[in-house]
């Protein structure tokens, strides 16, 4: 076989090798930022959920507290 062939050949396989090691280092890095991203996206998402969460149990005390002082003040005054 002539060597040029040959050396074309060598060249050509080693390009392929070179281009899928590329493509698996981008979809790796890919993978990587899309981790990440959905982490910082969803961090201030939780956050708001848990602040949310404490302000509703906040509302929901002050609101049984006021419907029980409103059914003792009824309680007491039968007759209105």
Not at 7 to 16: E, P, R, S
Not at 21 to 28: G, I, L, P, S, T
Not at 34 to 51: A, C, R, S, T
């Amino acid at each position: 076989m002539n060597p040029l062939i040959q050396q074309i050949k060598t060249l050509d396989q080693d390009i392929l090798k070179n281009q899928a090691a590329f493509n698996h280092a981008k979809m790796e890095i890919t993978h990587w930022v899309n981790e990440h991203v959905q982490v910082f996206i969803l961090l201030p998402v939780v956050g708001f959920g848990i602040g949310l969460a404490f302000y509703q149990r906040w509302l929901l005390k002050i609101g049984s507290i006021v419907t029980v002082k409103a059914l003792e003040f009824i309680s007491s005054n039968p007759g209105r």
